[in-house]
């Protein structure tokens, strides 16, 4: 099932203290344009566990509440994998252009994750919107993506 951005869903928003900034930048631009947003928290620069804001999140993108998502925490990693333990989710590590469409054109991820330490915050705000209007390629890919599940 290819990810296909549906601007009518809201974008599942989530972060740990260290991408905390991030994310309240994030949300204030994305409904600046317009768009719906669900912030599943953190809701402070108080040290949190990441997971408990990432496993919301990708469950509202994986049961379709949600259009996707976008995830911060320090280096990205953390939440990348947590997100990635959901059986429907496709979440690409991101830290260029060039990384934010390969995710898409060749992964068909539907979350994309930004390490908040290492990214400038106008490229996070490029990397979203590349995010958002690169369509996956399918075809060779089609058939790499379909063997990521485990069941």
């Keep these: 099932m290819s990810f ?12 740990d203290h260290a991408g905390f900034e991030y994310k309240e930048a994030v949300k204030q631009w994305l409904t ?3 768009y719906q947003v669900k912030d599943f928290g ?9 997971p408990d ?9 994986e049961n379709g509440e949600s259009a996707f998502g976008i995830l911060f925490c320090g280096s990205a990693n953390g939440v990348a994998i947590t997100a990635n333990k959901h059986q429907h989710i496709r ?10 469409a390969l995710t898409r054109q060749h992964n068909d991820a539907n979350m994309i994750c930004i390490p908040a ?7 996070a705000l490029q990397m979203i919107e590349i995010f958002m209007t690169t369509p996956f390629e399918g075809g060779r890919h089609a058939n790499r993506v379909n063997k990521i599940a485990c069941s």
Excluded: E, M
Aim: net charge negative; hydrophobic share 45%; glycine share 8%.
């Design 4 to 15: 296909v951005f549906d601007s009518a869903k809201p974008i599942a928003l989530g972060c």
């Design 32 to 34: 600046g344009k317009g």
């Design 42 to 50: 953190t809701h402070s620069l108080d040290s949190v566990d990441y």
């Design 53 to 61: 804001f990432v496993h919301p999140a990708a469950s509202s993108v």
């Design 91 to 100: 979440a690409g590590l991101c830290w260029q252009n060039d990384v934010a």
């Design 117 to 123: 330490r290492f990214v400038a915050l106008p490229l």
